[in-house]
T-cell receptor
Framework: KAGVTQTPRYLIKTRGQQVTLSCSPI?????VSWYQQTPGQGLQFLFEYFSETQRNKGNFPGRFSGRQFSNSRSEMNVSTLELGDSALYLC????????????FGPGTRLTVT | QQQVKQSPQSLIVQKGGISIINCAYE??????FPWYQQFPGKGPALLIA?????SEKKEGRFTISFNKSAKQFSLHIMDSQPGDSATYFCAATSLGNQFYFGTGTSLTVIP
């Protein structure tokens, strides 16, 4: 089986712009979770989607949003980008909502200038 | 509040030595404690995990020790190899809920 794929792998954006990141889970996995990874902060949970519904949400501002499509693919959007949004954005898939075994993609490296 | 605290932030070990990374958690409802290994440019990969009904789990050179009363768990890497040089994250969760990750430990194994 193919692993979790994320596109694009690298992005450079300017403050104030918006960005959309994409994640395709492992075939058969219905849950997708998004994380922000920054040095010193580790992985911070953004949100989880299952069956096109947001199931869990972390403590991030409303500028961070997501959605999931009927084929389980998920997108994450960040509006009005700030310098502090520069990070590695990871998605992870699991079979069911809140499943114990999560499989991570390689991430999208976002740089905001 | 940091739900999972991880130490040390960085660790340097000689080849063949034992690497030990520690984590402490707050929420007694957590019932799954995984460790992830991340190499540069890659996403974290599940290494080994434990449930609170056992005190130790071993897979090859990797062992998790779990102390429920102290709300602590640790990863031991025996016979550490240069290929083990990576960042290690502990995490905790309960079924249906989000994962809480530690801040990571950068391990360097010197040949």
């Amino acid at each position: 089986k193919a692993g979790v794929t994320q596109t694009p792998r690298y992005l450079i954006k300017t403050r104030g712009q918006q960005v959309t990141l994409s994640c395709s889970p492992i075939s058969g996995h219905r849950s997708v979770s998004w994380y922000q990874q920054t040095p010193g902060q580790g992985l911070q949970f953004l949100f989880e989607y299952f069956s096109e519904t947001q199931r869990n949400k972390g403590n991030f501002p409303g500028r961070f949003s997501g959605r999931q499509f009927s084929n389980s693919r998920s997108e994450m959007n960040v509006s009005t980008l700030e310098l502090g949004d520069s990070a590695l954005y990871l998605c992870a898939s699991s079979l069911e909502s809140g499943g114990y075994e999560q499989y991570f993609g390689p991430g999208t490296r976002l740089t905001v200038t | 509040q940091q739900q999972v605290k991880q130490s040390p932030q960085s660790l340097i070990v000689q080849k063949g030595g034992i690497s030990i990374i520690n984590c402490a958690y707050e929420n007694t409802a957590f019932d799954y404690f995984p460790w992830y290994q991340q190499f540069p440019g890659k996403g974290p990969a599940l290494l080994i995990a434990i449930r609170p009904d056992v005190s130790e789990k071993k897979e090859g050179r990797f062992t998790i020790s779990f102390n429920k009363s102290a709300k602590q768990f640790s990863l031991h890497i025996m016979d550490s190899q240069p290929g083990d040089s990576a960042t290690y994250f502990c995490a905790a969760t309960s079924l249906g809920n989000q994962f809480y990750f530690g801040t990571g430990t950068s391990l360097t194994v010197i040949p």
